[in-house]
């Protein structure tokens, strides 16, 4: 890889936003892609370069990144009209950052190999403290070579990036991040009402468990934002909860029983039935107040 490379970007969210930011200052040169244009500007402001479609992004790239809501959106900038695969462009390596399919991860893989591409699934963890700090984990799959061809680009904002293994495994192993921080929610939560219900000071309370047995990340990034009373998103609900489908379909076709994560599922379905999906998913403390 040269020193400065030609990067496309699409999908300029809470995390694609902070980025794309990490790429600029490293001097790499960033055309965009979003669908509403508009959350681009503060970007296009500081360097990056608007481009009209996901085809026009990977016309001109060397290594394009893809981070966006759900599979079905993942589909349409990767196989849609004006899709990513449709450019004539041998050599692109594709990476798809999204929390999406192991199977559509696969899907991507083949079809990019047989137009000359290269592709990773490679989704995140770390929230949108992560990604500002440059300290995401990046889980990895696809071809080894590929991986270790990017790797000094995922390091300008990741923190832990291993390779999982062939197309899918970074898909597979995000599945398993989530189903901990699933689970894990439900016992930061419960500790916190109980806590509450004791008269103790919570803050007090955090101190004392976050740096023992007891400590994650979750406990120590999201339960001040609960005790706090912000629910703004570092990760929405509707995002979270779209992860768990996920882990839950593909726990099915491995004929393995997950109640944990069906419970955890359970509580957030009922928080979007009370229209709290675009909120991040420290929100589960309201199911116990």
Not at 117 to 132: K, N, T
């Amino acid at each position: 890889m040269t020193e400065h490379l030609k990067i496309g970007f699409i999908g300029t969210g809470v995390m694609g936003k902070s980025l794309v930011k990490h790429l600029l200052k490293a001097g790499h040169e960033l055309a965009i892609y979003t669908r509403t244009k508009e959350k681009a500007e503060e970007l296009v402001s500081i360097g990056a370069t608007w481009a009209s479609s996901p085809h026009e992004v990977a016309k001109n790239a060397q290594i394009l990144f893809t981070m966006v809501g759900y599979p079905h959106d993942v589909e349409e900038i990767y196989f849609g009209e004006n899709g990513i695969l449709g450019a004539d462009n041998k050599g692109l390596v594709v990476i798809d950052m999204t929390t999406s399919t192991p199977t559509l991860a696969q899907k991507i893989d083949k079809f990019a190999k047989e137009r000359g591409m290269l592709a990773l699934d490679a989704p995140v963890s770390g929230g949108d403290i992560g990604a500002q700090l440059g300290k995401l984990s990046i889980m990895c799959g696809g071809e080894k070579g590929t991986f270790d061809q990017v790797l000094p680009v995922l390091s300008l904002f990741g923190e832990t990036i291993l390779y999982q293994g062939p197309a899918g495994a970074g898909q597979h192993t995000k599945m398993c991040n989530q189903i901990t921080i699933a689970t894990g929610m439900i016992g930061v939560c419960e500790a916190l009402a109980y806590g509450k219900k004791a008269g103790l000071d919570l803050d007090q309370v955090l101190r004392s468990i976050s740096t023992g047995a007891a400590g994650s990340w979750s406990l120590s990034n999201l339960a001040p934002r609960m005790i706090a009373g912000n629910f703004e998103p570092g990760f929405y609900i509707k995002h979270f909860v779209k992860d768990m489908k996920i882990a839950l379909d593909e726990a099915e076709k491995m004929n393995l029983q997950l109640p944990g994560l069906q419970l955890t599922k359970s509580m957030y379905d009922e928080l979007v039935a009370h229209g709290y999906e675009d909120n991040g998913t420290q929100t589960l403390i309201k199911s116990y107040e």
